[in-house]
C-alpha cells in the first residue's frame, strides 16, 4: 500500500540555522510533491510545489529537492526565525485527479 | 479575499447523536474537499466535489457519513449517528481543479464525542 513517512519526532533547532526535514515514500509514482505548514488550531497553509521533472525548488528562505529515485523529497528552511516553528506536512498527488495523500507531518521548533 | 469558511470551530456531542459541518469554499473554486485529521497525523480525504457531483468518495464510511454540495458552492459533511472514533478535526479544502492546484484549508471544525 501507498505510504508516506516523515519523522514524526519534533526537530529542535537554534535561531539562524538551517532545518532540513524528510518525506520518503513507496508503492507512490508522484507527479507533484507538495509541502504545507500547519499551525495548531489551524487548516494546513501551501507553502511549495514541486513536480516530478524538477529537481529543486526555491521560495524566500525555504528549498524543496524531489528525488524520484530516491523516492524522496528533503524541506530546508534556512536562517530559520522562531516564528517558523509549526508542523510541515508534504503531501502527493498523481497526474490524474488531484487527490492529496498527506504524511504525518514533521513538527519543527526553533529556539531563539 | 475571503478564505474557506467552517463552522462550527468546536463541537462537543455524545456518542449516537447526529453532526453536521458546513463549509464555504473560496469564490470561484469548483473542487471542494473534505479531510479528516487524526492528532499527530496527516489530513486524510473522505470525499472530493467537482461542482456538485462527488468524483471521490472512496473513503468516506457511507454507513454514517453523509456529504452534499447542493448548487455547487457550500458543503455540508454529517455523522449519524456519531462514535467515540469519529472525535478528530474535520477540514475542508478548496482549489481552482487542476491536477497542481494549491489547496486552500480551513480553520477546521474540532469535534470531540463523549
Known amino acids: 500500500s501507498q505510504k508516506i513517512e516523515q519523522n514524526s519526532e519534533a526537530l529542535n533547532i537554534q535561531e539562524g540555522k538551517t532545518a532540513t526535514l524528510t518525506c520518503n515514500y513507496t508503492?507512490?509514482?508522484?507527479?507533484?510533491l507538495q509541502w504545507y505548514r500547519q499551525d495548531p488550531g489551524r487548516g494546513p497553509v501551501f507553502l511549495l510545489l514541486?513536480?516530478?521533472?524538477?529537481k529543486e525548488k526555491r521560495k524566500e528562505r525555504l528549498k524543496v529537492t524531489f528525488d524520484t529515485t530516491l523516492k524522496q523529497s528533503l524541506f530546508h528552511i534556512t536562517a530559520s526565525q522562531p516564528a517558523d516553528s509549526a508542523t510541515y506536512l508534504c503531501a502527493l498527488n498523481k497526474a490524474a485527479g488531484n487527490k492529496l495523500t498527506f504524511g504525518g507531518g514533521t513538527r519543527v521548533l526553533v529556539k531563539p | 479575499e475571503a478564505g474557506v469558511v467552517q463552522s462550527p470551530r468546536y463541537k462537543i456531542i455524545e456518542k449516537k447523536q447526529p453532526v453536521a459541518f458546513w463549509c464555504n469554499p473560496i469564490?470561484?473554486?469548483?473542487?471542494l474537499y473534505w479531510y479528516l485529521q487524526n492528532l499527530g497525523q496527516g489530513p486524510e480525504l473522505l470525499i472530493r466535489?467537482?461542482?456538485?457531483?462527488?468524483?471521490?468518495d472512496s473513503q468516506l464510511p457511507k454507513d454514517r457519513f453523509s456529504a452534499e454540495r447542493l448548487k455547487g458552492v457550500d458543503s455540508t459533511l454529517k455523522i449519524q449517528p456519531a462514535e467515540l472514533g469519529d472525535s478528530a478535526v474535520y477540514l475542508c479544502a478548496s482549489s481552482g481543479g487542476l491536477a497542481d492546484d494549491t489547496q486552500y484549508f480551513g480553520p477546521g471544525t474540532r469535534l470531540t464525542v463523549l
Open positions: 469564490s470561484g473554486h469548483n473542487t
Open positions: 514541486i513536480r516530478e521533472n524538477e
Open positions: 508503492n507512490y509514482s508522484p507527479a507533484y
Open positions: 466535489y467537482e461542482n456538485e457531483e462527488a468524483v471521490d
